[in-house]
């Protein structure tokens, strides 16, 4: 069965039949056919339990941004929904152009990022639950702080935002710990309902019993040749790390994770059968509807060996203090503050993965992540890795363009073939 397909035609009917319904049959549907790994099966799970637990109400529904601790509306007994994962879903099954005209009808620019375009979009058809609250921090992305603002007049919610500073001191951190509990008063307000302590001090233990695991998981994909493919890692690892942080789910994907890498390291089962290139892929996305980049990449015997997206920038959470560690976790994000930040980190990457050539992939309508690409590419051409800064776009396929992607593509590959 063609998955995409089926996706596809199911979201266009539900437009007419009920787009709870249609949802919810497309993501079952898509997990029945499926015949993968057990971990993308967990993925799929906590993503059709999310599905189900934001349409049907069954719990406070709290849109969020990808850069909100996620522990932090599990603790609220809420169930946060991620916009730009859902939107993602949508370019995977080929409804994306769509919603995304249909986002440019509600006003929506077509140069900001095509996430929220997707999302406005798919809002506007309503496919989206309606949000009891909305909770989004400031930094990273200046677009996600204006598309929630907007979102929260037009379901006519609270929009509670998180300000997050350029500096990481003291004071900042004070700030920013400040922010949380004003946040987690307003919430109670709100909810009518009584934040318990004790659950956050749970929920960020289950956090820190799964970042252990994802510890061990990137450390088994210091292997060579690459155990775990880097275009799987950009599609749902990516997505469990924003949802299911403070989850028994999150818990068990990654521990399954954990074994099945194992598993495949003592089989000798590579994710490139003729591995010669290991590739860094930088920035948080990859294009999701269809396209030939990896599969050119493989064709070649390069490997996306590691990504920036799975690095493991935060430290493990103090349970003694359990706001300050959440606000920490916030600022601690490698791409805010100096460039420098994340040149550091990258250059940890390059090394304990043994990479020998960087792909920045800058999405269209990203400021932080695509401004900083050529400052990167200077340093590491100097120390002689290549270096391609790959345009394109995550969600929209209007801005992918295959025949001069893949001649830059292959260019890339010959610079690293000839050394």
């Known amino acids: 069965m063609n998955i995409k397909k089926t996706g596809e035609n199911l979201i266009r009917s539900s437009l007419h039949s009920g787009p709870i319904l249609g949802l919810t049959d497309m993501i079952s549907r898509h997990l029945a056919y499926r015949n993968n790994e057990l971990g993308f099966k967990i993925w799929l799970r906590h993503f059709f339990s999310t599905v189900k637990d934001s349409m049907l109400k069954r719990k406070p529904v709290i849109w969020t941004s990808i850069f909100v601790p996620s522990e932090l509306i599990y603790a609220m007994g809420c169930v946060p929904f991620h916009v730009e994962i859902f939107a993602l879903i949508a370019a995977h099954l080929n409804v994306s152009k769509e919603m995304i005209h249909a986002g440019e009808e ?58 997050v500073p350029y500096g990481d001191g003291e004071s900042a951190k004070n700030y920013v710990s400040g922010q949380i509990r004003d946040v987690i008063r307003e919430a109670e307000r709100i909810l009518s309902s009584k934040f318990s302590m004790d659950k956050l001090e749970e929920t ?19 292997h060579v040749p690459a155990p775990f493919s880097g275009a799987n890692a950009l599609t749902y690892v990516s997505a469990m790390i924003f949802m299911s942080m403070g989850t028994y789910d999150g818990l068990s994907f990654f521990r399954t994770l954990c074994r099945e890498v194992e598993e495949d390291i003592e089989d000798s089962r590579p994710a490139v059968s003729n591995e010669k290139h290991r590739l860094l892929w930088l920035h948080q996305v990859r294009p999701y509807y269809k396209n030939t980049i990896f599969s050119d990449l493989e064709a070649r015997d390069a490997v996306i060996a590691f990504e920036e997206i799975t690095y493991i920038f935060w430290s493990p959470y103090n349970l003694r203090d359990p706001i300050e560690s959440l606000a920490k976790r916030m600022m601690e994000n490698i791409n805010l503050g100096p460039i420098e930040r994340r040149l550091d980190a990258v250059r940890d990457m390059v090394k304990k993965y043994s990479i020998d050539g960087i792909i920045h992939f800058s999405h269209w309508g990203c400021r932080w992540s695509s401004g900083g690409a050529y400052m ?39 610079i690293l073939e000839s050394r």
Request: aromatic content about 12%; hydrophobic content about 35%.
């Open 376 to 414: 990167l590419r200077s340093y590491f051409i100097d120390k002689g890795i290549p270096f391609l800064v790959l345009n394109g776009d995550c969600a929209d396929p209007a801005n992918y363009a295959e025949g001069p992607t893949k001649t830059r593509i292959q260019a890339f590959l010959e």
């Open 106 to 163: 509600e006003g929506y620019s077509s140069d900001l990022c095509s996430c929220y375009r997707c999302g406005a979009g798919l809002s506007s058809r309503s496919f989206f639950p309606r949000p009891d609250i909305i909770i989004s921090s400031s930094h990273l992305c200046d677009g996600s702080t204006a598309f929630f603002r907007n979102m929260a007049r037009y379901y006519g919610v609270p929009h509670l935002l998180i300000d």
């Open 204 to 222: 960020l233990a289950i956090s820190n019993e799964t970042r252990r695991y994802h510890e061990r998981f990137n450390k088994l994909r210091e």
